[in-house]
């Protein structure tokens, strides 16, 4: 059964749409979103600027639909993940294998929310990336304290710098983690639990 011409017209605008996105979100990770234009993204597309914007009003469109794809599904899995009931170092690695996971499919984005998170908070459209902000580190310290408590964790760390320490060190990947590499996110995963889990020396020393 051939389904509805308007059906066509609008799976093929929604794959146009995604493709300007993919293309707009590559060139904000590279170039920045202050020094790439609108023209700049319909060159790369292959269209004229003002075709554009049949599919989004303005560069902040774009940027905000990047962005809250690319959080809405990351904090979606944490939030399964703490609410699952694993014990506190399970939660915490499931925790870490997620977030590289997500610089792995969502390069572009992770680079772009690195990059920019700071200016674009100043702007009211973004005011939910400080709410964000404010939820991950809810659900990062909160498993730290409960590994702390339940004797997982270490009782003399100082669980506000260990959230930073892992907080910094996990994201700061996308500067050299590259997808499709010869090195996996599974491999960079397992590696950095390895060394924040269980350290550097050897346990014979």
């Known amino acids: 059964m051939t389904p509805p011409q308007g059906t066509d017209d609008s799976a093929n605008k929604s794959g146009r749409r995604a493709e300007l996105l ?3 979100a590559t060139l904000f990770a590279e170039r920045g979103l202050r020094a790439t234009t609108v023209r700049d993204i319909a060159d790369a597309a292959g269209i004229l600027s003002g075709s554009l914007y049949h599919h989004f009003d303005s560069k902040e469109s774009m940027v905000d639909e990047i962005l809250r794809g690319f959080l809405d599904d990351l904090f979606g899995k944490y939030r399964e993940i703490v609410a699952s009931g694993l014990d506190c170092r399970a939660t915490l690695e499931a925790l870490v294998t997620t977030s590289y996971e997500a610089i792995d499919a969502s390069h572009s984005a ?4 690195q990059d ?3 200016h674009l908070v100043a702007n009211e459209r973004f005011a939910y990336l400080s709410e964000l902000n404010t939820e991950f580190r809810e659900l990062w310290m909160g498993v730290l304290e409960a590994g702390v408590k339940d004797g997982t964790f270490r009782a003399d760390i100082d669980v506000e710098l260990a959230f930073r320490f892992l907080r910094d060190t996990a994201w700061v990947a996308v500067r ?3 997808p499709g590499g010869s090195v996996t996110v599974d491999t960079v995963a397992k590696q950095y639990l390895s060394i924040v889990l269980d350290g550097l020396a050897s346990p014979h020393n």
């Not at 992770?110 to 929310?113: D, G, Q, R």
């Open 176 to 178: 050299w983690y590259r």
């Open 110 to 113: 992770v680079a772009i929310y």
């Open 22 to 24: 993919d293309i707009a």
């Open 116 to 118: 920019e998170v700071k």
